[in-house]
């Protein structure tokens, strides 16, 4: 290889780092990392986690034989490098953006790729089912997990731990980088993990394993025996190791930023050819100083790293500070998401109050009807795309008992750069289904206000979705009617069509409906802020509708199945409103984003497709 250009120009695969020298290696780390920086600040994305696993993905590809062995990251957000090793360096630029690549990973996007995911804690679970799939047809492969600390903190994890089959080729590296899981630590501590690195260690330990084994008769008796000692006598003196305690080979902890340390484990993981826990520490932002010195803050950008604009998030936060000044009762609750609900300042504030669960969406859900139970008001503040985690909890311990929980729905809607892993668009279809919950959709901070003073006053379950924005301008567009709904017209007399809609999805609505105008067609938009319970919007539907007959159009920026379009065409007869209803929504909640589209414009619900089914509705198509 030519040693004077960049070592990172010279990778077009992973094959190509098997050759390389230790001082390549290094040297390709650091051309990464200042890779990554300069992309990312540009494109925006997850920039502090991916900085912090260089060298660990580019020995995970140089002890390993990828494809044939499994990589399987834990979200996916900190794929990034491993993207840049396998092919992909010239499409990073289009990393989130439509058509382009995914900020995940993701199995249609290459055979590097085994398992796609976007959500934490999956992937101990997903790289068991390769490993034993693996077994079962007798392939030669290894499967190694990537998982954070963070993901540790999910109870999926622990489920899959107690399940693993310890002969099975299966690594799981445990990235610590914030949260200490490590064994007492101590002088004698910091030597044996010195000890456990070196390579003649590992020498022994396996030529003293071999040749106890093969002492007739009582070799492999006296194998566990001896084992069995070395344990006792090391969590005596150290204390106990979870993942010995689980029967799992344990390896570290180890210095995750040096290349040389960590390749050596890798190595003698690999070796071992069994269930091996290898536990690395890692510096989140490692190489940017602003990343080191708040990896928060740049866990995920926006493009150009523009701030973030004040929005729904932060408003809630305000709120929720403010009621809590009063009402003592109040509980703020996060699945590890503080920051991006905009409750930071609460947990700041009420300490006493505030609950950090980590990424146990289910628990938290279990917790807070354990918290209204006992007389509080507690919110849970959550990604609509998390919250499907916890389905059974919202019907079980919440709806069946009654419990005055209140859920803050964030980033509800549409995910432009996280894309469907990510995406906010089943949680009115699947909440529909649930007896006894109200579901507020706030257009603006009023209204969001509102919304949230009427749930923390009411016995019953509630939820609040809004979308990871500030409120649109068009909502000055929506002067008559009374809460929870709005409309554009006082007088809806000779309308051609009437749009019922919710959401951050009106701004389409509202384009619609000036496109509409220039071909003398008169529209109607009716902005719904209450959705659930269906009796409750269906009856100011009715009233509103009562005098004119005008055709109807559900929009929404959700899944058409279930949805509230389904809801209203199925009641709205009940109640006297025979008006002929059609609905825009997402048929296909998996579709790819087409590059040079936007994913409204793929999902056929921006203004232009709500314009072509509104002329077929009228008749004027």
Not at 51 to 68: C, I, K, N, W
Not at 481 to 487: A, C, D
Not at 515 to 521: A, G, K, P, T, V
Request: hydrophobic fraction near 40%; charge should be negative; aromatic fraction near 8%.
């Amino acid at each position: 290889m030519n040693t004077n250009e960049s070592v990172l120009e010279q990778i077009h695969s992973p094959a190509d780092l098997k050759a390389m020298s230790d001082e390549q290696l290094i040297r390709l780390c650091g051309e990464l990392r200042s890779y990554l920086v300069t992309h990312v600040t540009e494109t925006g994305g997850h920039l502090a986690s991916n900085l912090g696993v260089v060298e660990l993905t580019v020995a995970l590809h140089q002890v390993f034989d990828t494809p044939s062995d499994h990589l399987i990251f834990d979200v996916g957000h900190q794929c990034y490098v491993h993207k840049l090793l396998t092919g992909r360096r010239d499409r990073f630029d289009t990393i989130r953006t439509p058509g382009g690549l995914s900020g995940f990973t993701k199995r249609s996007e290459s055979p590097y790729d085994p398992f796609g995911a976007g959500h934490s804690s999956t992937s101990v679970s997903a790289a068991l089912g390769f490993a034993a799939a693996d077994r079962i047809s007798g392939k030669d492969a290894f499967t190694v997990a990537i998982m954070g600390d963070g993901a540790f903190t999910g109870g999926l994890v622990h489920e899959a731990l107690n399940n693993i089959d310890r002969e099975l080729p299966l690594v799981i590296v445990l990235n610590e980088n914030e949260m200490s899981i490590s064994p007492t630590r101590g002088h004698f501590a910091d030597h044996l993990a010195k000890l456990r690195r070196s390579p003649r260690y590992h020498k022994t330990k396996k030529a003293t394993r071999r040749f106890i084994k093969k002492i007739p008769l009582v070799g492999e008796g006296l194998f566990r025996c001896v084992r069995g000692v070395k344990q006792a006598t090391k969590n005596f003196f150290f204390k106990s190791n979870y993942f010995e305690d689980m029967g799992l080979y344990y390896l570290g902890p180890v210095d995750g930023n040096d290349f040389v340390a960590v390749r050596d484990m890798l190595r003698e993981a690999r070796s071992e050819r069994q269930a091996t826990i290898l536990h690395i520490k890692t510096v989140k932002g490692k190489g940017y100083t602003p990343a080191e010195t708040s990896p928060n803050e740049y866990h995920g950008i926006l493009p150009g790293n523009k701030p973030v604009a004040y929005n729904f998030s932060a408003e809630v936060g305000r709120l929720l500070c403010e009621r809590a000044k009063a009402d003592s009762r109040l509980c703020a609750i996060t699945a590890a998401m503080a920051e991006g609900c905009g409750i930071s300042d609460f947990a700041v504030r009420y300490p006493d109050r505030f609950f950090d669960v980590g990424i146990a969406e289910e628990h938290a859900l279990v917790f807070a009807a354990g918290l209204a139970a006992e007389g509080m008001h507690p919110v849970f503040t959550v990604y609509s795309t998390f919250l499907q985690r916890g389905y059974d909890n919202l019907i079980h311990d919440i709806a069946l008992q009654d419990l005055p929980v209140t859920v803050c729905i964030d980033r509800a809607g549409l995910a432009a750069g996280d894309g469907p892993t990510h995406h906010g668009i089943f949680d009115v279809a699947f909440l529909g289904q649930i007896p006894g919950i109200t579901l507020w959709a706030p257009a603006d901070f009023d209204s969001l206000a509102r919304a949230l003073n009427d749930s923390l006053d009411s016995e019953h379950p509630a939820c609040i979705r809004y979308p990871n924005a500030a409120p649109s301008p068009a909502d000055t567009t929506f002067p008559y009617g009374e809460y929870p709904f709005r409309r554009d017209r006082e007088n809806l007399s000779g309308s051609d069509l009437v749009i019922v809609t919710y959401g951050r999805i009106y701004d389409e609505a509202v384009k619609a409906r000036n496109l509409l105008s220039e071909e003398n067609i008169t529209c109607t938009i009716v902005l719904l802020e209450q959705l659930l319970p269906i009796s409750a919007p269906a009856n100011a539907l009715v009233k509103l509708l009562t005098d004119i007959s005008a055709p109807i159009l559900v929009l929404e920026e959700g899944i058409k199945a279930g949805g509230l379009g389904m809801l209203l065409r199925e009641a709205l007869p009940e109640f006297g409103c025979t008006d002929p209803l059609a609905i825009a929504a997402i048929e296909d909640p998996f579709t790819a984003s087409e590059k040079g589209r936007s994913l409204r414009a793929t999902m056929d619900i921006d203004a232009e497709a709500i314009c072509q089914k509104a002329r077929r509705l009228i008749g004027k198509a």
